[in-house]
C-alpha cells in the first residue's frame, strides 16, 4: 500500500492528507470531512508509511497489514473496530498469527482496523507495485556516439626548450 502522504496526527481522530508544506506547519486535509487545517511541529504526526506493528520476529509495516487485511476480505471491509474485544484480537490474530501480544495493545487493533475500514471506504486501498530494475546493457553504437559527442581535447604539443 501506499501510504506516504496519509498521516495519523495524535490527539486528532481519523486520519489526514499531507496537501502542502507552509514556514511553521504543514497543511493537511482531513480525510472524512475534506475540512482543511494546519498542523503544527508542536503535534505528533505520523505517516502510516513509517508506522509498523510488533510482532515475535520483526516489526511490519502498516502498508502490509494492509495488505494482509485486503487479502483475507477480498478487497472488502473488515471487520468492525467497535466489535467485541476478544472478536477484534482473534481477527487480528488470524490476519497476523505473528503479532506481538505483549506490545500490541487492544487500542492499537482498533485504530489499524478503523484506519484500515476508511482507506477501504475511500477505495485508496491499491497494492503497491513491486518497481522493476530497469537492465541496462551497455551497446557498442550507443557508446561509439557517445564518444563522438563528447567535447574533445586538444592535444598540446610538447614545446621544444629554449636554451
Known amino acids: 500500500m501506499v501510504l506516504k502522504d496519509i498521516l495519523s496526527i495524535s490527539g486528532e481522530p481519523g486520519l489526514f492528507k499531507f496537501i502542502a508544506q507552509g514556514k511553521n506547519a504543514i497543511i493537511v486535509e482531513h480525510m472524512e470531512t475534506g475540512k482543511r487545517s494546519s498542523a503544527f511541529s508542536s503535534a505528533k504526526v505520523s505517516s502510516l508509511e513509517d508506522i509498523s ?3 515475535d520476529n520483526d516489526d511490519l509495516p502498516l502498508g502490509k497489514v494492509f495488505d494482509r487485511i485486503f487479502e483475507k476480505e477480498s478487497g ?16 487480528f490474530e488470524e490476519v497476523i498469527p505473528e503479532y506481538s501480544r505483549d506490545r500490541v495493545y487492544l487500542s ?12 477501504q471506504g475511500k477505495d485508496m486501498l491499491v497494492k503497491e ?6 537492465v ?28
Request: glycine share 4%; proline share 8%; hydrophobic share 30%.
Open 108 to 119: 492499537d487493533i482498533k485504530k489499524i482496523i478503523l484506519w484500515y475500514n476508511l482507506l
Open 53 to 55: 506493528v510488533f510482532t
Open 129 to 134: 507495485e513491486p518497481e522493476k530494475e530497469e
Open 136 to 163: 541496462k546493457e551497455d551497446k557498442p553504437e550507443e557508446a561509439e556516439k557517445l564518444a563522438e559527442a563528447a567535447p574533445k581535447k586538444k592535444k598540446s604539443s610538447p614545446k621544444a626548450k629554449q636554451g
Open 76 to 91: 472488502g471491509p473488515a471487520i468492525d473496530a467497535r466489535s467485541d474485544a476478544e472478536k477484534l484480537k482473534g481477527y
